[in-house]
């Protein structure tokens, strides 16, 4: 399976991006698909993650009530929706399924 993300982009702290990550490939469709992010000098962290019907979503600490996950499987499509960004959010986010990985896109917020 290929991901490729796309949509990240430089916002003001308080502002909103919409990550999307497309599959192509041979697509399992049972696997929970995620997003993870890696800032600068730290190791790559969860950030949130949804079942194959969507019907579950697991969310970081961090991120609650800010992000929300979602899936488009008609279309092979993952989504970010980022609100309520802050400086603390920037990183390289990346769209994860199964052992697949995507290249991330970068997220920059300015305070």
């Known amino acids: 399976v290929q991901l490729v993300e796309s949509g990240g982009g430089l916002v003001q702290a308080g502002g909103s991006l919409r990550l999307s990550c497309l599959a192509s490939?041979?697509?399992?469709?049972?696997?929970?698909m995620g997003w993870f992010r890696q800032a600068p000098g730290q190791e790559r962290e969860f950030v949130a993650a949804?079942?194959?019907?969507?019907?579950?979503?697991n969310y970081a600490d961090f991120v609650k009530g800010r992000f929300t996950i979602t899936r488009d499987n008609a279309k092979n499509m993952l989504y970010l929706q980022m609100n309520s960004l802050e400086p603390e959010d920037t990183a390289v986010y990346y769209c994860?399924?199964?052992?697949?990985w995507g290249q991330g896109t970068q997220v920059t917020v300015s305070s």
């Open positions: 994860n399924g199964g052992k697949s």
């Open positions: 490939g041979e697509t399992d469709r049972t696997y929970t």
């Open positions: 949804i079942s194959w019907s969507g019907d579950a979503t």
